[in-house]
């Protein structure tokens, strides 16, 4: 583990809201890109959001318009507010801060290498 605290994960109904925060205890976020991924039993890891160095944010089809992502470097967190949670959302999620290509061709069998994820679990 290099350092990153997850939270926030929990179990909701559809159409329910949680927000996740991860905590970098020795990372500055405003100067890093991170990513956002989950994976979910049984099938590989996906790419939900990510955040460029230079502010720039994007979304996966399958979250975009319900997820948030955004970053309040005094406390050095990143939250991703999941919105509208879909039974599909159901996964664990993980932080991974690196550069751009590294972030998108992160390997799923690493996603516990900054920590471990924090899991959620959206009932129908």
């Known amino acids: 583990e290099r350092g990153l605290a997850l939270s926030g994960g929990g179990s909701v109904q559809a159409g329910g809201t949680l927000k996740l925060s991860c905590t970098a205890s020795r990372l500055d976020f405003g100067e890093s890109s991170m990513g956002w991924y989950r994976q979910a039993p049984g099938k590989e890891c996906e790419l939900v959001s990510t955040r460029r160095r230079d502010g720039r944010i994007w979304y996966s089809d399958s979250v975009k318009d319900r997820f948030t992502l955004s970053l309040d470097n005094s406390r050095h967190t990143v939250y991703l507010q999941m919105d509208s949670l879909k039974p599909e959302d159901s996964a664990e999620y993980y932080c991974?801060?690196?550069?751009?290509?590294?972030?998108?061709?992160?390997?799923?069998?690493?996603?516990?290498?900054w920590g471990q994820g924090t899991l959620v679990t959206v009932s129908s």
């Open positions: 991974i801060p690196a550069d751009m290509a590294t972030v998108s061709s992160w390997p799923c069998s690493n996603l516990g290498a």
